[in-house]
């Protein structure tokens, strides 16, 4: 069973535009909403988390909304770049248990930032 | 603070065969988990180890198993290899501050099976 459904699978967006990448969630009892990025012969990077008792979180040009009634969070990449074009994947895990670091990811979205 | 490191980073078996990967976590980190990185499946949790035990487990199958060292160092082994298994092994590792929660990844190992 696939808990965290991510949207769309690929992306191309031009320099300076707003990158948007969705993820929608089933178990209610997440409560620790990851971002990762990752480039090609890499492994995945933290870019920015967010918890539920806040609806937006912003760190630079990336931000992370979150709807709890939804069970829906979004990263927006503001200003995108080049150097963004990469695989971005959302997480979601169980915070203040003993399973926090057992992850669930989305499939991914590819994104390309064109010139 | 050195990362996550990974070795070895290629590797190529063969069916039947069993393999080790290893893992050194960034220093201070208790937790290492490992997960599988394929393009059908995606990422996958496979298990996490904390203080030398394991603490969590994913849907694998018993031919996947892991340990860890007191240095928190971990090893995975893959035990009568199969070609579905050739991925990308990923290793984690953990630190929990507060109410903020922080997974680093290595570079992971690319195995492929004959």
């Known amino acids: 069973q696939q808990q965290v459904k991510q949207s769309p699978q690929s992306l191309i967006v031009q320099k300076g535009g707003i990158s948007i990448i969705n993820c929608a969630y089933e178990?209610?009892?997440?409560?620790?909403f990851p971002w990762y990025q990752q480039f090609p012969g890499k492994g995945p990077a933290l870019l920015i988390a967010i918890r539920p008792d806040v609806s937006e979180k912003k760190e630079g040009r990336f931000t992370i909304s979150f709807n709890k009634s939804a069970k829906q969070f979004s990263l927006h990449i503001m200003d995108s770049q080049p150097g963004d074009s990469a695989t971005y994947f959302c997480?979601?895990?169980?915070?203040?248990?003993?399973?926090?670091?057992?992850?669930?990811f989305g499939t991914g979205t590819r994104l390309q930032v064109t010139l | 603070k050195a990362g996550v490191t990974q070795t070895p980073r290629y590797l190529i078996k063969t069916r039947g065969q069993q393999v080790t990967l290893s893992c050194s976590p960034i220093s201070g980190h208790r937790s290492v988990s490992w997960y599988q990185q394929t393009p059908g499946q995606g990422l996958q949790f496979l298990f996490e180890?904390?203080?030398?035990?394991?603490?969590n487990k994913g849907n694998f199958p018993g031919r996947f198993s892991g340990r860890q060292f007191s240095n928190s160092r971990s090893e995975m082994n893959v035990s009568t290899l199969e070609l579905g298994d050739s991925a990308l092994y990923l290793c984690?590792?953990?630190?929990?501050?507060?109410?903020?929660?922080?997974?680093?990844f290595g570079p992971g190992t690319r195995l492929t099976v004959t």
């Open positions: 180890y904390f203080s030398e035990t394991q603490r």
């Open positions: 997480a979601a895990t169980v915070l203040n248990t003993g399973t926090a670091s057992k992850l669930t």
């Open positions: 984690a590792s953990s630190l929990v501050a507060g109410s903020s929660y922080e997974q680093y």
């Open positions: 178990n209610t009892a997440f409560d620790y």
